[in-house]
């Protein structure tokens, strides 16, 4: 979906709406990549494989008074709530600010279920690394070997397996074909399909049908990669891939509180989950009770931060996926193109990224954003040190008349409080240059 051309100087307040409405457009369109700001000059990593933070960087216990208050001060800056926990090596942190209700008051609490968005990728990558392992998936062969009929053509002989693993594939995003009214009334178009059931075969012949969002062999966030991942892991195990990935990934982790879920409804204790759109669903409405078969292997899981630091450990520890697995997991390519002069300060693997933070470290995990829920795990590459958090009002961010964005404090908190957790150290307070994935801060669909 293209940006309409528009006057640089708008004269009238309907010009200024269309001003807006312009910027939301290509934020959107921003967020369904994993895209970051420009990035101040940092070391980046020498190889495919990066490093985790030093060990020096990082102190050896737990700061809860500083954590609280960080977590509080997201919570002052305009999160409506948010709940984390934080570890290093067996010590361990929960805590949580702000409300999971904004019309009772009703707090939020550290161990509430939470919608993960696009974290649910790592795990559908595990899922696929296990069948790499087993001898029934080759990484590096076409997708049409195994689903000529799914991804016919050209793109059924040159796609990978790996290349929809890292989004290099060229293969568009079903999002806004899903959701078509989605920027010219976003309320309308969420209301409409929250009880909607859709097919991955369907998402997925949306996907092909979309304008490749770059050239084959560059990174491009498309969730429809990871539709098609769920329908490889059907044809080659013979079961549903909710199931397969609940039976050999989440139960071998040891996960209780982490599920695909079978209806509109969150079973466990949660808040509620708070859309904005960017100021366009004004006061923000409550999205906690959605169909996610629109987001499947890509984007429909449930989970707790206490869950996911498990999950995060024992893949990051070996104990998920053989040694090589992990290795072409950890295997990563660029996640933007920086500007002349810069250096890349994201990468991304096969479902697993991993991203320099402003106090200097390397860290592994990924971030998930549905429709008001946001969820970012991260965790030292050892998985010694981690952080999960979760937060209850999405696309918080607001434009002026020109089109810019305005001042962002809730992210900054949202960076600050991560890069802390993550160093043992308070994060700095200037962070506009900060690399930042873009499916935190606006639409990452599902959401990642």
């Keep these: 979906m293209g940006t309409p051309m528009l006057d640089a100087h708008p004269s009238s307040s309907t010009d200024r709406r269309r001003v807006r409405l312009a910027a939301v457009a290509s934020a959107v369109l921003l967020s369904l990549a994993v895209g970051a700001l420009p990035a ?3 070391a980046a990593p020498s190889a495919s494989v990066s490093t985790s933070a030093s060990a020096a960087s990082i102190t050896s216990d737990l700061d809860r008074k500083a954590l609280r208050a960080s977590l509080e001060a997201l919570h002052q800056a305009g999160m ?20 999971a209700d904004i019309d009772t008051g009703r707090p939020m609490r550290p161990d509430y279920e939470h919608r993960i968005g696009s974290i649910t990728k790592t795990f559908t990558s595990v899922a696929v690394l296990q069948q790499v392992a087993a001898g029934r998936i080759d990484l590096d062969a076409p997708i049409g070997d195994y689903l000529p009929e799914l991804v016919p053509g050209e793109r059924g002989r040159n ?3 790996r290349m929809l693993l890292n989004h290099t594939s060229g293969i568009g995003d079903y999002i806004l074909p899903v959701f078509p009214k989605l920027i010219e009334d976003p309320g309308q178009a969420l209301d409409e399909g929250r009880f909607r059931k859709l097919a991955p075969e369907e998402l997925v012949r949306l996907g092909l049908a979309a304008a490749p969002p770059a050239a084959r062999g560059t990174h491009s966030y498309s969730n429809t990669n990871y539709i098609i991942a769920g329908l ?10 909710e199931s397969y990935i609940t039976r050999n990934v989440i139960r071998k982790a040891g996960l209780r509180h982490t599920y695909f879920p079978r209806s509109p409804y969150i079973s466990g204790p949660h808040a509620k989950m708070y859309e904005s759109f960017y100021g366009a669903i004004e006061p923000a409405r409550d999205y906690s009770v959605y169909d996610m078969s629109w987001a ?21 520890s070996g104990k998920l ?3 090589a697995e992990l290795r072409e997991m950890k295997t990563t390519v660029p996640a933007y193109e920086p500007e002349e002069g810069q250096e890349v300060m994201m990468r991304y693997g096969l479902g697993l990224y991993t991203l320099k933070m402003p106090s200097g470290g390397w860290y592994w995990g990924h971030d998930g954003g549905v429709f008001g829920a946001g969820t970012w795990a991260m965790s030292t590459e050892d998985g010694r040190r981690q952080v999960a958090i979760g937060y209850n009002l999405m696309k918080y961010q607001r434009f002026g008349d020109d089109g810019q964005p305005l001042p962002d404090p809730i992210s900054d908190a949202l960076f600050r409080y991560m890069d802390g957790a993550l160093s043992g150290a308070p994060a700095p307070r200037a962070l506009g240059a900060t690399p930042v994935p873009q499916r935190l801060l606006a639409m990452e669909q599902p959401r990642r």
Aim: charged share 25%.
């Design 321 to 323: 996926l053989g040694e």
């Design 159 to 161: 796609v990978t397996v």
């Design 232 to 241: 490889l892991l059907k044809k080659v195990t013979g079961q549903d891939p």
């Design 40 to 42: 101040r000059a940092a």
């Design 80 to 99: 409506y709530g948010a709940f984390s926990s934080v570890r290093d090596g067996s010590e361990r942190w929960r805590g949580a600010a702000g409300v």
């Design 296 to 316: 499947g292997t890509a984007g429909a899981m449930v989970s707790t931060t206490n869950d996911l630091n498990d999950f995060y450990r024992r893949l990051l």
